[in-house]
């Protein structure tokens, strides 16, 4: 039996060397097919591992509170383009008036609110850092140990800010990846000093570097950690401003704080600096599920704390990421769709060369059905050639799609990502396409008459 196999297999495979140049193109629609699949699944993967790792850096169920930010009367505005609602908000806000975004709200967060799990408030200024005459301009932050738990920062080496440090204000900072290349390339940092500004920190240790594109931290509004200064939150407010305490500078709006021998360019804007004691509150909630409702109530108590002025903007990172796979799944889905419809197409090519073919050779199929061959036989016959035009099609394609996602990531910037499941599929429904549109061309070559068949010219 398998001997009789094996020679139904050699006549299939000698047909299709046969005509080559008609097999290729036969097998066009297949080959381009699968290799869209292949291209367009590496997609995907590519995209949802950016998600991920987006997510990832944006923290777990973290949500974001920001001070909203108005523009001075006297600077230059934009109120042609602002909507009616924003003008009326600030109607409705005018005469009154809010302390801000405080340590105070976050402290209250994190007290009042059972589903919140950690809250960091940051400060952030602008500064030079300087150390053996390298000069490096850069943010530096004060923030409180919890901020790298809710943004997944790990220390390469060193230690975390301790208590005392926290509480004291002492003058120690955590540095970058970034920060330490430049400053220290030849040794360790740890122990070392740096001058941010005019203000001496100790460095204690040094964060792992993590790959942050720099389009999604604009579109998130997210640092880059690798190029930071992190100091103990105390420490910014003790050694170089408490924003809540009024000066000469806050009272004109300058945005430059000179101190004695410390001087700072503030984040914030005009007379917004002496407004908001922290730039931002970093909120972690304990389950996803629990985010809307806590998004909720974060307005509701920040509003009743601002005397009732909406002067804050809250963000949730990861439902805009959530947003932004569903949109991609959708787009990656209606790119699927298409390359399944060119493995269609392939298919149909295949049945209809299949029952040329078949038109062609019935002189063939009678002298076979003449010496013993039986109507089973004839249709494995025509089955097996149109299954290798399809299998070596899929095997050519899934070349193809290889070569054409590296071409992708080569040139487009895009990530791509190919997986052994979508060579698989692929492979599976181009074989399934040539079983499935050869059996009718088959099954018409096994039913001819052989007599007729004989008599054909």
């Not at 001496?200 to 880059?224: A, F, H, P």
């Not at 040329?356 to 013993?372: D, L, P, Q």
């Not at 193809?400 to 487009?412: A, D, E, H, P, R």
Request: glycine share 8%.
């Amino acid at each position: 039996m398998f001997e009789r196999y094996q020679y139904i297999f050699n006549i299939a495979l000698e047909a299709v060397f046969l005509n080559k140049f008609r097999s290729m193109l036969t097998a066009l629609g297949i080959i381009f097919g699968v290799a869209a699949v292949i291209a367009m699944m590496a997609i995907g993967n590519g995209a949802q591992k950016e998600i991920l790792d987006q997510m990832k850096l944006v923290g777990v169920n973290n949500i974001i509170i920001t001070p909203k930010i108005e523009k001075n009367k006297g600077s230059s505005t934009q109120g042609s383009d602002q909507s009616t609602s924003q003008t009326s908000s600030n109607d409705k806000n005018k005469g009154k008036f809010s302390p801000g975004l405080s340590l105070k709200d976050a402290e209250s967060i994190r007290f009042m609110i059972p589903t919140v799990q950690k809250v960091s408030p940051v400060v952030i200024y602008e500064a030079d850092v300087i150390r053996e005459a390298v000069r490096y301009t850069t943010k530096i932050s004060g923030v409180t140990p919890d901020f790298f738990e809710l943004f997944n920062i790990d220390l390469q080496q060193g230690d975390m800010f301790n208590t005392e440090q926290l509480r004291e204000g002492k003058a120690v900072c955590i540095i970058g990846s970034t920060i330490q290349s430049k400053f220290f390339p030849n040794g360790s940092a740890i122990g070392q000093e740096i001058k941010c500004g005019r203000l001496w920190l100790k460095v204690i240790g040094v964060l792992r570097k993590k790959e942050v594109n720099q389009s999604t931290m604009e579109n998130l509004g997210i640092s880059d950690y690798n190029n930071s200064v992190f100091a103990p939150i105390q420490t910014l407010m003790r050694r170089v401003k408490d924003r809540t305490m009024v000066t000469s500078a806050s009272l004109h709006g300058s945005s430059i704080m000179d101190f004695g021998d410390m001087v700072f360019m503030s984040s914030q804007e005009g007379d917004e600096l002496s407004k908001n004691q922290v730039d931002k509150i970093v909120v972690q909630v304990k389950q996803s599920s629990q985010i809307n409702p806590t998004t909720d109530l974060l307005k509701r108590m920040l509003l009743r704390r601002h005397q009732k002025m909406e002067d804050f903007e809250i963000k949730v990172p990861e439902l805009l990421l959530k947003q932004e796979q569903r949109t991609k799944d959708i787009f990656n889905i209606v790119l699927g769709c298409i390359a399944g419809i060119s493995l269609l197409v392939g298919g149909i090519g295949i049945m209809n060369i299949m029952l040329a073919s078949v038109m062609e050779r019935i002189k063939e199929i009678g002298i076979r059905r003449a010496i013993g061959a039986t109507k089973r036989d004839i249709t494995l016959q025509f089955l097996m050639e149109a299954t290798l035009l399809s299998i070596s099609g899929g095997l050519i394609g899934i070349v193809l799609g290889i070569i054409f996602s590296k071409i992708i990531m080569q040139f487009t910037s895009i990530l791509t990502i190919i997986s052994p499941v979508s060579i698989i599929i692929s492979f599976g429904v181009s074989a399934s396409v040539g079983i499935i549109f050869g059996y009718m061309p088959a099954k018409r070559a096994s039913v001819a008459d052989p007599v007729e068949s004989l008599r054909h010219e």
